[in-house]
């Protein structure tokens, strides 16, 4: 099976200006269109859905697998949409400070990627201006949006990881899906070896974001 070679992170916007658009709603857009589900690999919620709270996370394809947001780079770069139109609206405090501290951990997490290959879709025309890809991607799209400035994003990002506490050496990346998996399910199995955080524990287990992950991996 093809696995993601991941060099790029490449930012889009839904271009939808409505309520209550989310992954759910964009993987049936994609579906619709013939594809194997979402084609984004993250989705950040903005200030229009009723259910969700502005800047949360959300999972989309699964990481390892190529995405389908960009063609030249779908087999090398990690999708993440965030909801709203950005020719018409800018991203909400909320989704930026998410977009920023998603970016961040991603490149904790995969050596080949580097703040300056943050790029907005608009901006695979500049890497095939520099010979990177072929020109039969060139997009005429505005994606992620005129309202939406990458080189700002990149200046966060950069502020953000001078500032946060960063992972180094051994443990820099996460371990995988599945070792994470076993470890959760140890922890469960174990709990009773710790009768005074046997609670906390149970919390934590049941957290919405713990259980959104077992249920995808």
Known sequence: MTTLDARYIVVHTAAYSGKNCDADRIDQWHRERGWQGIGYHYVIINDR??????????LGREVTIPGAHARGLNSSSIGI?????????????????SLVELISSLIDEYAGITTDRVIGHREINKLITKGEISDRYQTHKTCPGMLVSMDEIRHAVEQYRTTEPRLDGANKSLPPPKQLKEALAVLEASSRRFPNASEPLREFLSHPEVVEFLERN
């Open 49 to 58: 859905h009723e259910h969700l709270d502005d800047g949360t996370v959300q």
């Open 81 to 97: 949409c965030c909801v709203g139109h950005g020719d018409r609206d800018p991203l909400t405090p909320a989704q930026t400070a």
